[in-house]
């Protein structure tokens, strides 16, 4: 791969940026340039080969992944996405087609979100690809971002869509590679509740681990009700969908009654009501008469 040929087919196509107002100068200078209102949320995220997808992951699935980690976080800030930066590592010898083949399919993804790539960085070294992609944001206009640390006692909990399975073990494959970044439901949550939607975040390391760290940075306790959880089709146990993570479905806690145990936001996401806030700590599955620590079940990074 050589780097001149790929920065000039970025910059080359980088002709659809001139649909966007907000954007001064995109790729091709030493900064992109763009009008942005405060506040404004950033986030950066990554994706790394043999952790995040396997060897032979078609490229536009890999591209998909990486723009859609940073905004499934956005999304759970209710927040909507406005410029993307992409920076690539790639392998020693890729091919300058499959380079030229990886661009397009994160110019075309940033697009479809809403978030143009505006600028980036790319680098050539022994070992595996690698992307790293970050976003910025705006907050959403009325209710603000949405936190992890404002659930309290007494607050309903809920989720979008099903959990678990997002791997298959086998192939690699699975809607870790598929999901969609909720982000018209977040801005709908956000929208329609205001300030009765208390606390959100994705959920991207497991509900069990993930309902821990919002009850953690709330300072309450939550617990799940083991038999209203959504299962994916397929999963057959709950502890799957406690456990596995890569879901990037929304955790968020809301007033009681703000919401029905079970509806659909526009364009058809359910959500169900999952659990309740309580007083103290950690995150508890409610099997029965039966309670079980989740504070630390799911995907946890170790060095």
Known sequence: MREQALLRHIYDRSAPLAGF??????????????????PVLLKVDQ???????????????????????????IAAMAGRPAYALAAAILPMGFPQARADELFDALSRW????GCPLVGGDIAVAHGVLALSISIVGHVHPTRGPVYRHGAVAGDEVFVT????????????????????????EGAWLAETLGARLHAMMDISDGLGIDAGRLA??????????????????????????????????????????????????????????VGKVLAGHGASLKKGDALEDITGAGFEHRG
């Open 110 to 113: 940033a697009l479809h979100w």
């Open 216 to 273: 953690e940075r709330s300072g309450v306790g939550i617990q799940i009700d083991a038999g209203s959880v959504p299962l994916s089709h397929g999963v057959a146990s709950v502890d799957h969908a406690v456990r596995d993570g890569e879901d990037y479905e929304l955790l968020f806690t809301v007033s009681p009654g703000a919401l029905p145990a079970r509806g659909e936001c526009p364009g058809g996401c359910a959500f169900t009501r």
């Open 21 to 38: 107002p907000g954007i001064v100068q995109g790729p091709g200078d030493d900064c992109a340039v763009v009008n942005i209102q405060s």
């Open 161 to 184: 869509g099903a959990l678990g399975g997002s791997l298959d073990a086998v192939t690699g494959m699975g809607k870790h590679l598929s999901f969609e970044p909720r982000l018209a």
């Open 47 to 73: 994706v790394i080969e043999g952790r995040h997808f396997v060897e032979g992951t078609l490229l536009d699935l890999v591209a998909r992944k990486a723009m859609a980690r940073p905004l499934s976080d």
